[in-house]
């Protein structure tokens, strides 16, 4: 952890720090804070790619209950408790359109 003047704290589980009681407190009050390209997880600062959620191919880390779709719509992964938990049989429905959103694939 580095000190600074900013309370915003960014989670493995809110990567942006917008959900969180932390959210748009930054005031002249000092504490300590992850560095850059890292996040809070179980009270010590990891490398992002260390959350759970971590997408290695979008470099991006979903919330809980978000979800993406691979490319050929053959795969269907969503963030749980224990992670990205993925269904490898997954098939988009005849009349879904599979298509990137934010860097990644959603119906």
Same mark, same amino acid.
């Given at each position: 952890?580095?000190?600074? #003047?900013?309370?915003?704290?960014? *989670?493995?589980? +809110?990567? *942006?720090?917008? &959900?969180?009681? $932390?959210? %748009?407190?930054?005031? #002249?009050? /000092?504490?300590?804070?992850?560095? &850059? +390209?890292? @996040?809070?997880?179980?009270? $010590?600062?990891?490398? $992002? #790619?260390?959350? !759970?959620?971590?997408?290695?191919?979008?470099? &991006?880390?979903?919330? &809980? +209950?978000?979800?993406?779709?691979?490319? %050929?719509?053959?795969?269907?992964? !969503?963030?749980?408790?224990?992670? @990205?938990?993925?269904?490898?049989? $997954?098939?988009? /429905? +005849? %009349?879904? @359109?599979?298509?990137?959103? %934010?860097?990644?694939?959603?119906?």
């Amino acid at each position: 952890m580095v000190f600074g #003047n900013c309370s915003v704290m960014t *989670t493995c589980e +809110d990567p *942006t720090g917008q &959900k969180g009681r $932390y959210f %748009n407190t930054c005031t #002249n009050a /000092s504490g300590c804070v992850c560095p &850059k +390209d890292f @996040l809070m997880k179980g009270g $010590y600062c990891v490398p $992002y #790619n260390q959350c !759970e959620c971590f997408h290695p191919d979008s470099r &991006k880390i979903f919330t &809980k +209950d978000e979800f993406y779709v691979d490319r %050929n719509c053959t795969r269907r992964c !969503e963030c749980r408790d224990a992670g @990205l938990i993925c269904d490898n049989d $997954y098939r988009c /429905s +005849d %009349n879904a @359109l599979c298509e990137e959103r %934010n860097s990644v694939h959603q119906y």
